[in-house]
């Protein structure tokens, strides 16, 4: 069972940052990866994505400039960040990272059978 874990999350002021990291516990992914996350009004909403080489990402429109995704392979295990600047307070939400059963998930999660169990971000003065 393919287990992922992030971490990173908590409590920062408008206009600071965050970095999310997500580890795939055990082994290597040749997967694509993507981040998610659920507001406070329970919707679903694509953060980023890249893919299984490292070479190529997609953000949403309202991260664009601010977000940034990359990945690792060390020890064994994978790793994929999300680093986080000039955060907003509708940046609010719980942060999930995926991986997808393709070298490119894309956009919509729905080719992203493996998630995490989430990391809350709030942004708030």
């Known amino acids: 069972q393919v287990q992922l874990v992030e971490s990173g999350g908590g409590l920062v002021q408008p206009g600071g940052s965050l970095r999310l990291s997500c580890t795939i516990s055990?082994?290597?992914?040749?997967?694509?990866m993507g981040w998610f996350r659920r507001t406070p009004r329970n919707k679903r909403q694509f953060v980023g994505a890249?893919?299984?080489?490292?070479?190529?990402?997609?953000?949403a429109d309202s991260v664009k400039g601010r977000f940034t995704i990359s990945r690792d392979n060390a020890n064994g295990e994978s790793t994929v960040y999300l680093q986080m600047n000039k955060l907003k307070p509708e940046d609010t939400a719980v942060y999930f990272c995926?991986?997808?059963?393709?070298?490119?998930?894309?956009?919509?999660?729905?080719?992203?059978?493996?998630w995490g169990q989430g990391t809350q971000v709030t942004v708030s003065s």
């Open positions: 890249i893919n299984r080489g490292g070479d190529y990402v997609e953000y």
């Open positions: 995926a991986e997808s059963s393709l070298s490119w998930g894309g956009t919509s999660g729905a080719l992203y059978p493996s």
């Open positions: 055990g082994r290597t992914s040749g997967y694509g």
